[in-house]
T-cell receptor, first 119, second 113 residues
Framework: AQTVTQSQPEMSVQEAETVTLSCTYD???????LFWYKQPPSRQMILVIR??????QNATENRFSVNFQKAAKSFSLKISDSQLGDTAMYFC????????????????FGKGTTLSVSS | AAGVIQSPRHLIKEKRETATLKCYPI?????VYWYQQGPGQDPQFLIS???????DKGSIPDRFSAQQFSDYHSELNMSSLELGDSALYFC????????????FGSGTRLTVV
Protein backbone atom coordinates (compact mmCIF):
# COMPACT_ATOMS: atom_id res chain seq x y z
CA ALA A 1 0.00 0.00 0.00
CA GLN A 2 1.09 3.52 -0.73
CA THR A 3 1.38 6.19 1.94
CA VAL A 4 2.02 9.92 1.74
CA THR A 5 3.45 11.87 4.66
CA GLN A 6 3.46 15.61 5.14
CA SER A 7 5.37 16.33 8.32
CA GLN A 8 4.58 20.05 8.57
CA PRO A 9 0.99 20.62 9.73
CA GLU A 10 1.36 24.40 9.54
CA MET A 11 3.78 26.86 8.02
CA SER A 12 3.87 30.61 7.69
CA VAL A 13 5.77 32.94 5.39
CA GLN A 14 5.93 36.63 4.61
CA GLU A 15 4.87 38.00 1.27
CA ALA A 16 7.60 37.83 -1.40
CA GLU A 17 9.57 35.22 0.51
CA THR A 18 10.19 31.62 -0.48
CA VAL A 19 8.78 28.63 1.36
CA THR A 20 9.26 24.89 0.92
CA LEU A 21 6.65 22.31 1.86
CA SER A 22 7.84 18.76 2.49
CA CYS A 23 6.34 15.50 1.33
CA THR A 24 7.60 11.95 1.50
CA TYR A 25 5.92 8.84 0.22
CA ASP A 26 6.27 5.13 0.34
CA UNK A 27 5.59 2.82 -2.56
CA UNK A 28 6.92 -0.29 -4.22
CA UNK A 29 5.79 0.95 -7.62
CA UNK A 30 8.47 1.97 -10.09
CA UNK A 31 6.29 4.27 -12.12
CA UNK A 32 3.78 6.68 -10.67
CA UNK A 33 2.68 10.29 -10.52
CA LEU A 34 2.95 12.88 -7.80
CA PHE A 35 0.87 15.99 -7.37
CA TRP A 36 0.49 19.03 -5.22
CA TYR A 37 -3.03 20.32 -4.72
CA LYS A 38 -4.02 23.61 -3.15
CA GLN A 39 -7.20 24.02 -1.14
CA PRO A 40 -7.93 27.68 -0.27
CA PRO A 41 -10.61 28.70 2.24
CA SER A 42 -13.19 28.25 -0.52
CA ARG A 43 -12.40 24.49 -0.20
CA GLN A 44 -11.96 24.12 -3.97
CA MET A 45 -9.24 21.58 -4.81
CA ILE A 46 -6.85 23.11 -7.32
CA LEU A 47 -4.02 21.28 -9.05
CA VAL A 48 -0.77 23.18 -8.55
CA ILE A 49 1.83 20.95 -10.15
CA ARG A 50 2.44 17.37 -11.19
CA UNK A 51 5.49 15.17 -11.64
CA UNK A 52 5.87 11.91 -13.51
CA UNK A 53 8.22 9.56 -11.69
CA UNK A 54 10.03 8.45 -14.82
CA UNK A 55 11.04 12.04 -15.57
CA UNK A 56 14.16 13.17 -13.77
CA GLN A 57 13.60 16.84 -14.51
CA ASN A 58 11.79 18.68 -11.75
CA ALA A 59 8.45 20.16 -12.74
CA THR A 60 7.98 23.92 -12.68
CA GLU A 61 4.84 26.04 -12.98
CA ASN A 62 5.55 29.75 -12.71
CA ARG A 63 6.34 30.43 -9.02
CA PHE A 64 5.86 26.79 -8.06
CA SER A 65 8.56 24.17 -8.46
CA VAL A 66 9.25 20.76 -7.01
CA ASN A 67 12.35 18.96 -5.81
CA PHE A 68 11.73 15.35 -6.74
CA GLN A 69 14.16 12.85 -5.24
CA LYS A 70 13.00 9.43 -6.39
CA ALA A 71 15.54 7.39 -4.45
CA ALA A 72 14.70 9.22 -1.26
CA LYS A 73 10.97 9.16 -2.09
CA SER A 74 10.76 12.85 -1.47
CA PHE A 75 8.65 15.41 -3.30
CA SER A 76 8.86 18.92 -1.87
CA LEU A 77 7.09 22.01 -3.18
CA LYS A 78 8.84 25.36 -3.37
CA ILE A 79 6.78 28.51 -3.62
CA SER A 80 8.76 31.56 -4.67
CA ASP A 81 7.69 35.17 -4.23
CA SER A 82 4.83 34.12 -1.95
CA GLN A 83 1.58 36.00 -2.37
CA LEU A 84 -1.37 36.47 -0.03
CA GLY A 85 -3.45 34.36 -2.40
CA ASP A 86 -1.17 31.40 -1.74
CA THR A 87 -2.71 31.07 1.71
CA ALA A 88 -4.29 27.62 1.64
CA MET A 89 -4.02 24.01 2.68
CA TYR A 90 -1.57 22.16 0.44
CA PHE A 91 -1.92 18.45 -0.17
CA CYS A 92 0.70 16.18 -1.61
CA UNK A 93 -0.83 13.26 -3.52
CA UNK A 94 0.32 10.01 -5.13
CA UNK A 95 -1.19 8.06 -7.96
CA UNK A 96 -0.09 4.75 -9.45
CA UNK A 97 0.76 4.57 -13.11
CA UNK A 98 -2.21 4.13 -15.37
CA UNK A 99 -2.18 1.27 -17.85
CA UNK A 100 -3.73 2.33 -21.11
CA UNK A 101 -7.23 0.95 -21.50
CA UNK A 102 -7.71 0.50 -17.82
CA UNK A 103 -9.29 2.73 -15.25
CA UNK A 104 -7.36 5.40 -13.48
CA UNK A 105 -6.46 4.87 -9.87
CA UNK A 106 -7.37 6.80 -6.78
CA UNK A 107 -5.26 9.67 -5.52
CA UNK A 108 -3.74 9.05 -2.13
CA PHE A 109 -3.39 12.24 -0.15
CA GLY A 110 -1.13 13.33 2.66
CA LYS A 111 -2.64 15.01 5.71
CA GLY A 112 -1.92 18.45 4.33
CA THR A 113 0.08 21.53 5.30
CA THR A 114 -1.69 24.76 6.15
CA LEU A 115 0.27 27.65 4.68
CA SER A 116 -0.34 31.19 5.87
CA VAL A 117 1.11 34.10 3.91
CA SER A 118 1.18 37.42 5.72
CA SER A 119 1.96 40.94 4.58
CA ALA B 1 -13.69 25.58 -20.16
CA ALA B 2 -16.28 23.26 -18.71
CA GLY B 3 -15.63 22.08 -15.18
CA VAL B 4 -16.92 19.32 -12.95
CA ILE B 5 -20.36 20.28 -11.71
CA GLN B 6 -21.67 19.07 -8.38
CA SER B 7 -25.11 19.58 -6.95
CA PRO B 8 -26.31 20.62 -4.54
CA ARG B 9 -23.61 22.86 -3.09
CA HIS B 10 -25.00 22.57 0.40
CA LEU B 11 -27.31 20.00 1.95
CA ILE B 12 -28.70 19.70 5.44
CA LYS B 13 -30.26 16.41 6.49
CA GLU B 14 -31.41 14.87 9.71
CA LYS B 15 -30.05 11.65 11.15
CA ARG B 16 -31.39 8.52 9.49
CA GLU B 17 -32.47 10.44 6.39
CA THR B 18 -31.26 9.78 2.85
CA ALA B 19 -29.21 12.08 0.63
CA THR B 20 -28.33 12.00 -3.06
CA LEU B 21 -25.35 13.91 -4.41
CA LYS B 22 -24.89 14.47 -8.12
CA CYS B 23 -21.80 14.92 -10.23
CA TYR B 24 -21.48 15.95 -13.87
CA PRO B 25 -17.94 15.29 -15.12
CA ILE B 26 -16.08 17.24 -17.74
CA UNK B 27 -17.30 16.18 -21.19
CA UNK B 28 -15.36 13.22 -22.62
CA UNK B 29 -13.80 12.38 -19.28
CA UNK B 30 -14.23 8.65 -18.77
CA UNK B 31 -13.52 8.28 -15.05
CA VAL B 32 -15.34 9.69 -12.06
CA TYR B 33 -14.13 9.59 -8.46
CA TRP B 34 -15.88 10.37 -5.20
CA TYR B 35 -14.03 11.61 -2.14
CA GLN B 36 -15.11 12.49 1.38
CA GLN B 37 -13.29 15.19 3.33
CA GLY B 38 -14.08 15.67 7.00
CA PRO B 39 -13.28 18.95 8.77
CA GLY B 40 -9.53 19.49 8.86
CA GLN B 41 -8.93 16.13 7.19
CA ASP B 42 -7.43 14.98 3.93
CA PRO B 43 -9.80 13.69 1.24
CA GLN B 44 -10.60 10.01 1.54
CA PHE B 45 -11.36 8.01 -1.57
CA LEU B 46 -14.80 6.42 -1.64
CA ILE B 47 -15.45 4.92 -5.06
CA SER B 48 -14.71 5.37 -8.74
CA UNK B 49 -16.27 4.56 -12.10
CA UNK B 50 -14.61 3.98 -15.45
CA UNK B 51 -16.82 3.95 -18.51
CA UNK B 52 -19.91 3.59 -16.32
CA UNK B 53 -18.60 0.53 -14.47
CA UNK B 54 -17.37 0.58 -10.90
CA UNK B 55 -13.60 0.46 -11.13
CA ASP B 56 -12.32 0.84 -7.58
CA LYS B 57 -13.67 1.01 -4.09
CA GLY B 58 -12.20 2.73 -1.09
CA SER B 59 -13.54 3.39 2.37
CA ILE B 60 -17.15 3.68 1.35
CA PRO B 61 -19.65 2.62 4.03
CA ASP B 62 -22.20 -0.04 3.15
CA ARG B 63 -24.89 2.61 3.69
CA PHE B 64 -23.56 4.46 0.66
CA SER B 65 -23.94 3.44 -2.95
CA ALA B 66 -23.09 5.09 -6.21
CA GLN B 67 -23.57 4.66 -9.89
CA GLN B 68 -22.65 6.25 -13.17
CA PHE B 69 -25.32 6.74 -15.80
CA SER B 70 -25.30 6.53 -19.58
CA ASP B 71 -24.63 10.27 -19.87
CA TYR B 72 -21.61 9.79 -17.54
CA HIS B 73 -23.05 11.73 -14.67
CA SER B 74 -22.73 10.02 -11.32
CA GLU B 75 -24.80 9.95 -8.16
CA LEU B 76 -23.76 9.11 -4.62
CA ASN B 77 -26.64 7.81 -2.53
CA MET B 78 -26.30 7.94 1.21
CA SER B 79 -28.83 6.29 3.50
CA SER B 80 -29.35 6.12 7.27
CA LEU B 81 -27.28 9.25 7.64
CA GLU B 82 -25.18 9.65 10.76
CA LEU B 83 -23.69 12.76 12.34
CA GLY B 84 -20.25 11.52 11.29
CA ASP B 85 -21.26 11.69 7.64
CA SER B 86 -21.10 15.49 7.85
CA ALA B 87 -18.32 16.37 5.44
CA LEU B 88 -17.40 17.90 2.12
CA TYR B 89 -17.99 15.44 -0.71
CA PHE B 90 -15.92 15.92 -3.80
CA CYS B 91 -16.42 14.50 -7.21
CA UNK B 92 -13.52 14.51 -9.64
CA UNK B 93 -13.16 13.39 -13.22
CA UNK B 94 -10.26 12.48 -15.46
CA UNK B 95 -9.42 11.11 -18.84
CA UNK B 96 -7.48 7.92 -18.25
CA UNK B 97 -5.11 8.45 -21.10
CA UNK B 98 -4.02 11.87 -19.90
CA UNK B 99 -2.55 12.00 -16.45
CA UNK B 100 -2.95 15.62 -15.61
CA UNK B 101 -4.37 14.82 -12.25
CA UNK B 102 -8.01 14.98 -11.59
CA UNK B 103 -10.26 17.97 -12.01
CA PHE B 104 -12.29 18.39 -8.89
CA GLY B 105 -15.76 19.84 -8.55
CA SER B 106 -16.51 22.47 -5.95
CA GLY B 107 -17.90 19.86 -3.60
CA THR B 108 -21.16 19.31 -1.76
CA ARG B 109 -21.14 20.25 1.89
CA LEU B 110 -23.36 17.81 3.74
CA THR B 111 -24.43 18.62 7.27
CA VAL B 112 -26.25 15.97 9.25
CA VAL B 113 -28.15 17.28 12.28
Amino acid sequence: AQTVTQSQPEMSVQEAETVTLSCTYDTSESNYYLFWYKQPPSRQMILVIRQEAYKQQNATENRFSVNFQKAAKSFSLKISDSQLGDTAMYFCAFMKHIISGQAGTALIFGKGTTLSVSS
Amino acid sequence: AAGVIQSPRHLIKEKRETATLKCYPIPRHDTVYWYQQGPGQDPQFLISFYEKMQSDKGSIPDRFSAQQFSDYHSELNMSSLELGDSALYFCASSLESRVYGYTFGSGTRLTVV
